[in-house]
């Protein structure tokens, strides 16, 4: 009887679509769930008459793979994975590998990476993008961890992944360790931030244009024509025009947002590496506001802001906002590539950032036209430090700016939050001006705690100290990271 090409464990609907999407580019599949009836269900169902094998223990499982076997586990990040691994190691031999397609967090894929290949198998951890129409159809892929094992699964990884206008596919080997997981919380993050930044639009025109969902939906529906054109605008666009009983639903909808934890994570790394990630920040504070449901409404009883109505030339602001999301996507994008860069020179990957955006263009859930850009910027130029100096990038921000500063204006004098399109304008002056304030505050610091500080008139790294009340005497304390 003949081998399978892969096994997976998870049959929830990313892996069930997974599997499907396997055995229609030819691939041999053989699954396993915990809760046995779902294999029943499966392969009497769906997989009826395909080639995917159902099997009823992990020992079943790991025999029907042909060699070196290669085992993806489709299930819940957290300790079931290190449970799962920690079952399937004496079942495997040297040279197999166990691929985690989960959200898992990167340290854990770094440590577990470490822990099989200490077994004698590889391992990998690959970030999947695209939900779960991306995952029968095509989803983006992010694999890391041990080198070895790429050469095993890339036809198959490759097979299955989406791909973009001239074939190239969407997903290819990241770096080692942790990377893949890593790239893939960025992506997370990012799409944290875009999120954010189309509901920071759309309260805009909902509450200070006083737009209807049918006139919003019209004007996503020309945005995702121009350079916005991405699936986030495209599903937008949708839900916009989406009723229930002649009323759109999203005016149902609470205003209470979830999260899983990757946006977090993003922020946590950020800080970890000492990069301002101040927009996907905002993005994940943001939800956290929304969460606070109860407290707002009573608050929105008690405390006052303007009542300011829109006067001017609508159809003028309207671009003015569609600049002021471009303007701000762009950072957003520019901020998650500048914390690559950091945790790549931090964990020795050699990431290869066109190649990122290449993997983001097609099947994932910040898929856009705009990303080729990205991908451009990077050819041109591989060293480049920040997204904004790209001279395409540059151009994008010394248009838009005029209209996203006049967004930013109007809707802090009309009292209409938009934490993620003001903090992006804030990181891009901060970012272009030569002189912060910074100066003043290293004099605070070294006032109170005789920090030191660094002086213009002298060389980088040489520190000095004040005796600021001539009480304190010359004893510094240690220096400061810069």
């Not at 639009?201 to 945005?223: C, I, N, P, S």
């Not at 109170?448 to 500080?453: I, N, P, Q, R, V």
């Given at each position: 009887m003949k081998k399978s090409d892969i096994g997976l464990i998870g049959l929830a609907v990313m892996g069930e679509n997974l599997v499907m999407n396997m055995e229609s580019k030819g691939f041999?599949?053989?699954?396993?769930?915990?809760?046995?009836?779902?294999?029943?269900?499966?392969?009497?169902?769906?997989?009826?008459?395909?080639?995917?094998?159902?099997?009823?223990s992990l020992e079943e499982l790991v025999a029907s793979l042909e060699k070196p076997r290669k085992v993806m586990m489709m299930i819940k990040a957290g300790s079931a994975?290190?449970?799962?691994?920690?079952?399937?190691?004496?079942?495997?031999?040297?040279?197999?590998?166990?691929?985690?397609?989960?959200?898992?967090?990167?340290?854990d894929t770094a440590r577990r990476t470490a822990y099989v290949e200490s077994k004698g198998m590889l391992y990998i951890g690959t970030g999947v993008s695209g939900g779960e129409e991306g995952a029968l159809k095509g989803p983006s892929m992010m694999p890391g961890g041990s080198p070895k094992a790429w050469e095993s699964v890339k036809p198959i990884l490759q097979a299955i992944c989406a791909k973009v206008e001239d074939g190239s596919p969407?997903?290819?080997?990241?770096?080692e360790n942790g990377a893949g997981h890593f790239v893939k919380m960025v992506h997370n993050g990012i799409e944290y931030g875009d999120m954010?930044?189309?509901?920071?639009?759309?309260?805009?025109?909902?509450?200070?244009?006083?737009?209807?969902?049918?006139?919003?939906?019209?004007?996503?529906?020309?945005?995702n024509t121009e350079e916005l054109d991405s699936y986030l605008i495209e599903i937008t666009r949708d839900i916009l025009a989406y009723k229930e009983d002649g009323e759109p639903i999203v005016e149902k909808i609470l205003d209470t947002a979830g999260q899983k934890g990757t946006g977090k994570w993003t922020g946590i790394a950020a800080l970890?590496?000492?990069?301002?990630?101040?927009?996907?920040?905002?993005?994940?504070?943001?939800?956290?506001?929304?969460?606070?449901?109860?407290?707002?409404?009573?608050?929105?009883?008690?405390?006052?802001?303007?009542?300011?109505?829109?006067?001017?030339?609508?159809?003028?602001?309207?671009?003015?906002?569609?600049?002021?999301?471009?303007?701000?996507?762009?950072?957003?994008?520019?901020q998650g590539y500048t914390l690559m860069?950091?945790?790549?020179?931090?964990?020795?990957?050699?990431?290869?950032?066109?190649?990122?955006?290449?993997?983001?263009?097609?099947g994932c859930i910040i898929r856009s036209v705009f990303l080729g850009k990205i991908k451009e910027a990077f050819d041109n130029n591989p060293e480049l430090t920040n997204l904004l100096l790209d001279p395409y990038f540059k151009g994008v921000m010394d248009k838009a700016q005029a209209g996203w500063r006049r967004v930013c204006a109007s809707a802090i004098t009309a009292g209409i939050p938009l934490p993620a399109m003001t903090a992006a304008l804030n990181y891009y002056d901060g970012y272009r001006c030569a002189n912060l304030p910074a100066n003043l505050l290293q004099a605070q610091r070294d006032y109170?705690?005789?920090?030191?500080?660094e002086r213009v008139d002298h060389a980088r790294g040489e520190f000095f100290h004040t005796n600021w009340t001539g009480e304190g005497g010359n004893t510094a304390a240690t220096q400061y990271n810069a």
């Open positions: 041999t599949v053989s699954v396993y769930n915990r809760t046995t009836q779902k294999v029943t269900d499966f392969v009497n169902g769906r997989a009826n008459g395909k080639n995917i094998v159902g099997t009823y994975v290190d449970t799962m691994i920690d079952t399937l190691i004496p079942l495997l031999e040297e040279g197999d590998i166990i691929i985690d397609g989960g959200n898992s967090h990167f340290p969407c997903c290819d080997w990241v770096g954010q930044l189309i509901c920071e639009a759309y309260q805009l025109m909902r509450d200070y244009l006083g737009m209807t969902a049918d006139e919003m939906h019209e004007v996503f529906a020309k945005w970890d590496e000492g990069i301002p990630l101040t927009l996907i920040g905002e993005a994940v504070f943001s939800r956290c506001l929304s969460a606070m449901k109860e407290e707002r409404v009573a608050a929105s009883k008690v405390l006052t802001g303007p009542a300011v109505k829109f006067e001017g030339d609508k159809a003028q602001f309207i671009e003015d906002i569609k600049n002021a999301l471009f303007a701000a996507k762009v950072v957003s994008y520019a860069r950091a945790a790549a020179g931090n964990y020795g990957w050699n990431l290869n950032y066109g190649g990122i955006a290449l993997m983001w263009r097609g109170f705690g005789a920090h030191t500080y």
